[in-house]
């Protein structure tokens, strides 16, 4: 499997053909991913490649050992080594092709965000919404 950040400048190989993904919903994550979880899987050092962009990276590590990589082009958080593991986290999003993947596992739900719950009710597109960005816009603004 490939990943690439968002301009291609970081590159990545996963030597596995399928992948078990987790959900973090900790405050951590989700500022790190800047949604309401972040969705990652941790792989053995010895099948994860850095194939380019070691010099676009950067880290930004927490007093606790929480570490943030990310291309320092477009921001996309990247894959780094787990603290002093023989391990690398992985973002899901960043993986691409990425299969039958499943989720196998949601972490600090306890903590999750007051917001994070499903909505049976809420518009469901395929793609971008026909009705454009405009309008869009227009519906996220309508009180």
């Known amino acids: 499997m490939i990943g690439k950040c968002l301009c291609g400048s970081v ?3 996963i030597n596995k ?30 099948l994860f490649k850095l194939v380019k ?10 007093q606790t050992g929480f570490r943030s990589d990310f291309c320092q082009q477009c921001g996309s958080p990247v894959p780094n080594p787990l603290r002093d593991t023989p391990y690398y986290w992985v973002p899901a999003g960043l993986i691409e092709d990425i299969g039958d993947a499943e989720v196998i596992s949601h972490l600090f739900v306890g903590s999750k965000a007051s917001w994070d719950k499903p909505n049976p009710d809420a518009d469901t597109h ?3 919404p026909e009705h454009g960005l405009q309008a869009h816009i227009e519906q996220l603004n309508n009180e």
Not at 53 to 62: E, P
């Open 17 to 46: 053909d399928h992948i078990k993904l987790y959900q973090c919903h900790c405050q951590l994550c989700r500022k790190q991913s800047g949604t309401y979880s972040n969705a990652a899987t941790i792989v053995p050092t010895s």
């Open 53 to 62: 962009g070691q010099s676009q990276i950067r880290s930004w590590v927490k």
């Open 126 to 128: 395929f793609a971008f």
């Open 11 to 13: 590159e990545f190989e």
